[in-house]
């Protein structure tokens, strides 16, 4: 059975409810998430965190040396304790030019990993249509766990996780339901039943916010114990799909972005194959990602 991933994925193609960037706003859009990246990268480099592309951020860098041309976004991958610290200092420094949401950050967020926002931006996507939650051009950042090294304790602790997570969001689409997301996810039946089904669920279990449900993955998504395998339980392949040895992932390597270097997982080969196969092969337009934008400015405002 598909997730929820998989069916909006299939219908973003041929659906007219999303907006179109056109390709100017593209390149504008980009040029914004580098400038994004630099002062986080600066604000990092100050603070002594190490910060790495990750997701199709890394598969750019190394694919393209740069962004992925259909892509529209930056990920970023900190350890816990780098992305403990990040949380604890951000608003001091970068407060006034951006929004930190986070689990336990000054601002809520909807999701159990992080996202810089920029301020007097709008990129608002189809989930945040009644949402009071900030909402903007944003960077998300992830954070790498350690998880314990028995395969079995791994399946137990990803069903526990992966079912918070699955709750938290459901929550959010319940207390948040609009009718843009409706009518996008009826155009096919399996999709219906599937946002049904996580109306429910958030139903069922909105007896809590979705910002506590938040807040509680990501007490029990942390490891005090320095294990052998790590992983991002917030990722595109949730708590059990990128486990890996912890030499994966540390000490950071380089790659070039943009012109830039930048850091990257330190085996950033294994790592992005098991993420993605055979990452070199450009896949088909149909099967490319994109973001679900229904409201898009960032155009500058006087004196900017």
Known sequence: MKNS???????????????????????TLKQVLLEMYLDIEKFCEENNITVMLGGGSALGAIRHKGFIPWDDDLDLLMSRTDYNKFIKNFETELGDKYYLCAPNAQHQSRTCFAKVIKKDTKFREIFDVNSPHHTGVFIDIFPIEFVPDSKNLQKIKGFFMNSISYISFSVYLFKYKNEVIYKYMSQSKG???????RLLI??????MPHTKWCKL???????KNTNKYCGIPTGRKHYNGEILEKE???PASKAEFEGLQVNVPNDVDTYLKNLYGDYLKIPPVEKRERHYVVEFDITPRKGE
């Open 191 to 197: 999709s219906r039943e599937n946002y049904q089904f």
């Open 5 to 27: 991933r998989e069916y909006m994925a299939d219908l973003a193609n041929s659906s007219d409810i999303l907006y179109e960037l056109s390709e100017f706003e593209q390149r």
């Open 217 to 223: 993955f990501d007490k029990l998504v942390t490891s």
């Open 248 to 250: 994966v992932y540390f």
């Open 202 to 207: 958030g139903c069922v279990f909105s007896f």
